[in-house]
């Protein structure tokens, strides 16, 4: 074989071994959660695992992973919406999940975010319902938000989407933080203190069963408020995003009766920035048949994770869905 041949064949090797190098390299997707003990990170640890494909993985037809080739999406945790919302703005994260009030609110740079537009965020999917938890312990004569005056409060964490709504509602019984003794923690810490007696109540807006709260049913027992229908409409007044929900008998244990409350709808958003294609992958790989088998089977949430209502009422949110995740939708024959 002459020099020339062997040159060319040397040469065909070395860019057949470089394409298939680049053809391997991963992309890495943060999303960011909640905090650990709450509902955020389990189901954010369930779409990563359902939308990744990591470069080296089996194909999909073969058992492998069925996600986005080359694609290792991680869950991070965090402080719940409203920093995801941030960094997913400011490019820190490529996804986050958040609450439809708080992602409204900084889209648009409405009520606290007045003046300060997020104009980046775009939506993927609606996930599931999120319950506002209004947690004392058992046997507290606490019945109402205008219980909690003077008493000592988890409002959760700051940079949180329950805090700001918290807030907010409370106004509407008078309560602000300057006639109750608030405390800024994240849920785990929270269900400590309650524990502890050193909280007479605490907020948490996450889907049910949340993991903390079933340790403290189980161990030191808990209460959660029953809203009234007068509460309900009050709380409907400044917190249109926040619906009547049912946290069921049974949800937790010694919840004897079902509990009627305020919950709004989590949402996965992601960055304008990101690309289309990507974007219309990773919609496609969360609604194949294998992430409904994780969703199932991996938390009690993860059952109302449907296709059937991923899209349902976002056209009054008032918020944009990224080309990408339109794409399949469309694809799909939800969207004209």
């Given at each position: 074989m002459s020099f020339l041949a062997r040159?060319?064949?040397?040469?065909?090797?070395?860019?057949?071994?470089?394409?298939?190098?680049?053809?391997?390299?991963?992309?890495?997707?943060?999303?960011?959660?909640?905090?650990?003990?709450?509902?955020?990170?389990?189901?954010?640890?369930?779409?990563?695992?359902?939308?990744?494909?990591?470069?080296?993985?089996?194909?999909?037809?073969?058992?492998?992973?069925?996600?986005?080739?080359?694609?290792?999406?991680?869950?991070?945790?965090?402080?719940?919406?409203?920093?995801?919302?941030?960094?997913?703005?400011?490019?820190?994260?490529?996804?986050?999940?958040?609450?439809?009030?708080?992602?409204?609110?900084?889209?648009?740079?409405?009520?606290?975010?007045?003046?300060?537009?997020?104009?980046?965020?775009?939506?993927?999917?609606?996930?599931?319902?999120?319950?506002?938890?209004?947690?004392?312990?058992?046997?507290?004569?606490i019945a109402s938000m205008a219980d909690l005056e003077g008493k000592r409060v988890g409002i959760a964490e700051a940079g949180s989407g329950t805090q700001v709504a918290v807030l907010h509602m409370l106004e509407q019984w008078g309560i602000t933080r300057d006639n109750m003794d608030e405390a800024e923690l994240n849920n785990a810490q929270s269900a400590e203190r309650l524990a502890d007696g050193q909280l007479d109540a605490y907020f948490y807006v996450a889907g049910w069963p949340v993991a903390a709260m079933v340790q403290l049913a189980s161990t030191k027992g808990m209460d959660l408020v029953n809203f009234s229908d007068e509460d309900m409409a009050k709380i409907a007044e400044v917190e249109p995003a926040y619906m009547p929900s049912v946290i069921p008998a049974g949800a937790y244990e010694g919840l004897a009766e079902d509990i009627q409350t305020p919950a709004v709808t989590a949402l996965l958003v992601v960055s304008e920035d990101l690309d289309e294609e990507l974007v219309y992958g990773i919609t496609k790989a969360l609604w194949n048949d294998n992430s409904r088998n994780l969703f199932d089977s991996g938390h009690a949430k993860g059952k109302q994770i449907t296709l059937e209502t991923a899209i349902s009422g976002l056209d009054g949110l008032g918020v944009p869905m990224h080309p990408g995740a339109e794409k399949f939708y469309q694809e799909a024959g939800m969207m004209e």
């Open positions: 040159f060319a064949g040397m040469t065909a090797a070395a860019l057949l071994v470089a394409s298939t190098a680049a053809a391997q390299s991963p992309t890495f997707f943060r999303i960011g959660t909640g905090s650990a003990g709450g509902t955020y990170f389990p189901i954010g640890g369930m779409i990563a695992n359902a939308i990744s494909a990591p470069p080296g993985s089996r194909p999909c037809e073969e058992g492998g992973q069925c996600g986005v080739p080359g694609l290792i999406a991680i869950a991070q945790s965090t402080t719940a919406s409203v920093f995801n919302c941030q960094a997913v703005q400011n490019g820190e994260l490529e996804a986050g999940m958040a609450s439809t009030d708080v992602v409204r609110a900084m889209y648009l740079g409405e009520g606290k975010f007045e003046g300060k537009p997020h104009p980046k965020l775009r939506v993927v999917a609606k996930l599931y319902p999120e319950d506002l938890h209004l947690v004392t312990p058992k046997g507290s004569d």
